[in-house]
C-alpha cells in the first residue's frame, strides 16, 4: 500500500502512538511517544530506531529541546529529560495529575508543560527546573507556541491566548468557534494564529489580532467525513502540522485520512490515500520535504481488534504542500 515516495518505520512502538516530532534541526531524526511507556528516537533516513528511553506509565506527549535533548511526560505526571548522546535520564520536575502536552519555545527559550491537573507550567531547560505554574480554567488539552506567545486549549471549549514573555495575566480568554470538544491546536510559523480541530469533523482558523478588520478573516470548514452506505460519518480531527516554509497545513482524522489544506486560498490541496487506522499525529520536518504519519487506533469504538500501529514517512512535494498562485 505504500508507494515509492513512503514507507513504514521499523521496531515501532507497541501501543497506541500518541505524539511523532521531528528534530528542529534535521529531517533525519524524529521522536516518537507511545502508551507502551516508551518514547523512541529513530533515524529517518536509515530507518532504525537509535534508542528509547521508558516511563512507568503511558507517554502521552514529547519534545525536542535542542537536538540532543527530548523532554516527555505522560500519566505519570512526571516530566523527564533525555540526554540522547548519553542516553540518562532526569526527572526535572512533576505535575498534579497526567501531563497531555510539552511543547519548547525558542524565542524565551522555555519548556511549556499543559496537564489534566488544571495547570501550565514552565521550565527553565538550562537548570533544568520549574519556571512558574499558571492555573487554567479546565484540563488541558492542546497547546502550541506562536513566538512568545501560548495558546492553551482546555476543556469546556475555552483557548487561552498568554505572553510567555509576561505570564502575570491571561491575554485573551477565547471560546472555541467550534461547537464540539477541542482536540489539536497548532500555530501559524507565521505566528498570526492558530488552526484548531474538534471531535465533531471540523477546523477552525483562527487569528491572534482581536482587532476587528483581522476578526473578519477567520473561518471554520468541515473535513473528515465519509458518506458510506448513504450514511454521513463524521471523524474526529485528532492532528495537525504546519509546512514551516508554505503555511499550509496537514490533518489527520480517524477517518485514516490525511489532508493538505491552503489556508489563504481555502482549498484543500491534496489527499493521501486511506491509512490502516485512525490518524494520531502528524510532524512536517523543519524542512517541509517528510512528513510523519501516526496510524494508530485511538480506542475510538473501545477495545476491539485493531491494524497495528505505524509510523509512515513520506516524502512531500511542492505540488502537495505549497499555495496554488491564483
Known sequence: MTGSNEYKL???PEDSISAAKFSP?????????SWDCTVRLFDVGGNTMRMKYQHTAPVLDCAFYDPTHSWSG???AQLKMHDLNTDQDTIVGAHDAPIRCVEYCPEVNVMVTGSWDRSVRLWDPRTPCNAGTFTQPEKVYTLSVAGD??????AGRRVLVWDLRNMGYVQQRRESSLKYQTRCIRAFPNKQGY???SIEGRVAVEYLDPSQEVQKKKYAFKCHRLKEDGIEHVYPVNAISFHSVHNTFATGGSDGFVNIWDPFNKK?????HRYPTSIASLAFSNDGTMLAIASSYMQE?????HPEDAIFIRQVTD???KPKST
Open 74 to 76: 505522560g500519566l505519570d
Open 301 to 305: 469504538k473501545g477495545d476491539i481488534s
Open 268 to 272: 484543500r490541496l491534496c489527499q493521501f
Open 319 to 321: 505540488a502537495e504542500t
Open 10 to 12: 521499523n521496531q515501532g
Open 149 to 154: 506567545r501560548l495558546i492553551v486549549g482546555t
Open 25 to 33: 534541526s534535521t529531517a533525519q531524526f524524529l521522536l516518537v511517544s
Open 195 to 197: 488552526v484548531l480541530s
